[in-house]
């Protein structure tokens, strides 16, 4: 019979932490569009309202993993987890966001930021990217990658002799679920004249099958992350691991461009 959480102790407790602070901050994202704060909020206020919604990420496992009775934070999942979704949600903003503005349509016009961080070179630079989509783009990632770990260990504990078949088609069912969602729910008339995509409707089809790159590169490494017990990953192990997602996934994201072109 297959199992959701994983047999290490610290882990399954952050995994349910994820998942359980999961509609937290995806409520706390739909008051701001619902009350129109997205108009209103300067870079500061948007810098606290990022950090508020991503420090629980980081701070809850902190004071209450049973992990902290029996090892070094550096050495503890929670710890090893945050470290790999700060580094991968970095390069989605810094690099990333410029394949969204260039390649797949996305416009993100907030008068009211002057705050940016982007890369130089990739990208054609008509477009900024905002500081707010960084913490953004962490709470975001860490409820994909929670909610994937969790299906694919299901999966792959099952037993089924179709295990190797099935473990790919996983991965990118959960990555199209999570960029179709993410793209459908972002993009809604309460946000149109500051956030959309030009093609909207392309973007839902073949974007998010595209975006979906992202978690095809990421989920299984991530997953990997401490599952066995008895042999846990360094924190530079994980570091190295994130970065080769990343890599990864910036070839994948040119090879679409190449292949595809801009939606």
């Known amino acids: 019979m297959g199992r959701w959480l994983s047999q290490n102790e610290g882990k399954a407790w952050t995994e349910r932490w994820f998942l359980l602070y999961s509609p937290v901050w995806m409520a706390a994202m739909g008051l701001v569009m619902a009350f129109g704060l997205h108009r209103h909020l300067d870079d500061l206020g948007y810098t606290v309202l990022g950090l508020v919604l991503a420090l629980p990420v980081l ?3 902190a004071l209450m993993s049973p992990e902290n009775r029996d090892r070094p934070f550096h050495e503890t999942y929670w710890f090893k987890a945050n470290v790999y979704l700060l580094s991968f949600s970095v390069f989605g903003s810094y690099f990333g966001s410029e394949y969204f503005f260039d390649v797949l349509g996305m416009v993100y016009d907030y008068p009211n930021l002057d705050w940016t961080f982007d890369s130089a070179l990739v990208g054609s630079g008509q477009q900024v990217v905002p ?3 960084y913490p953004t783009a962490f709470f975001y990632f860490m409820t994909y990658h929670a909610s994937a770990s969790v299906v694919l260990r299901r999966i792959r504990t099952s037993g089924l002799p179709v295990i190797g078949l099935l473990f790919p088609i996983v991965v990118f069912v959960v990555g199209y679920f999570w960029a179709w ?3 459908r729910l972002m993009a809604n008339p309460m946000i149109e004249e500051n956030f959309y995509y030009e093609k909207m409707d392309v973007m839902l089809a073949y974007g998010s099958a595209i975006y979906a790159i992202y978690f095809i590169c990421s989920f299984p490494i991530y997953h990997l992350i401490d ?3 008895a042999r846990p990953w360094s924190i ?4 190295a691991a994130s970065f080769s997602a990343s ?3 910036f070839y994948g994201l ?3 461009a190449m292949w595809i072109g801009s939606l």
């Open 247 to 249: 890599m990864l996934t």
């Open 227 to 229: 599952e066995n017990e």
């Open 236 to 239: 530079w192990v994980t570091l």
């Open 59 to 61: 701070l809850v496992p």
């Open 254 to 256: 040119d090879l679409a």
């Open 131 to 133: 500081l707010i989509m």
């Open 181 to 183: 969602t993410e793209t």
